[in-house]
Structure formats: C-alpha cells, structure tokens
C-alpha cells in the first residue's frame, strides 16, 4: 500500500497540474500515516522479540545453572567418597603392616629357647 501511494504521488508530481495539489496533500498524508502506522508495527515486533529472547534467556539460565548447581553438587559428593575411599585404603595399609609387625613379633617370640 506504501508503494500505491508512492506511485500515486509521482503520478499527480509528473502531470504536474496545480489542480491537484490538495490530492497530493491528501495522498502525502495517507503516506505518512502509513509510514508512522508501519514503523510502530515494526517497533512492536522488536519489542516482541526482546521479549521472547529474554523469556527464553530466564528459562535457559534456571536450567543451566540447575544442571551446573547439580554437576558440581555430584563431583563434590564424587571427591568425598574418592577421599573416604583413598582413607579407607590407607587405614588398611596400615592394619596390615601392623598384622605383619605382630606376626613377626609371634614368629620371634615363638622361635626364642
């Protein structure tokens, strides 16, 4: 409709008849309506989109950082039970260089006259 009107108006400019001088006022006007009319439509779809890309921004961040808050919550909980696990291993080193000890400490006390 936009270039209708833009078509018209270089019309009524080319016959160039004083005449129609009020048509083209009239034919500007509706022009410029149309112009303001699509640049608000416009304006209101850009509004739209930042709208949705900051819903979608909120929704992927509870996600994200949930997803992260539970990785690290599970490696955490991984580094304990690996240290559990590294101080069970040593507690048994230790028990059983102490059952060595005393089974050399038996063999001794048995072998003596």
Request: net charge negative; hydrophobic share 40%.
């Amino acid at each position: 409709m936009l270039a209708r009107m833009c078509q018209l108006e270089n019309k009524i400019v080319a016959v160039g008849e004083p005449s129609y001088r009020a048509r083209r006022a009239r034919v500007k006007k509706a022009y410029e309506s149309l112009e303001k009319s699509i640049s608000a439509k416009i304006e209101l779809i850009d509004s739209y989109a930042k709208i949705s890309s900051m819903i979608e921004i909120e929704v992927e961040l509870d996600f994200d950082v949930l997803s992260a808050e539970e990785a690290v919550s599970s490696t955490e909980r991984r580094v304990e039970q690996i240290q559990q696990i590294m101080e069970v291993e040593n507690l048994e080193e230790r028990w059983r260089i102490q059952a060595e000890a005393n089974d050399e400490v038996e063999r001794l006390l048995n072998a003596s006259p």
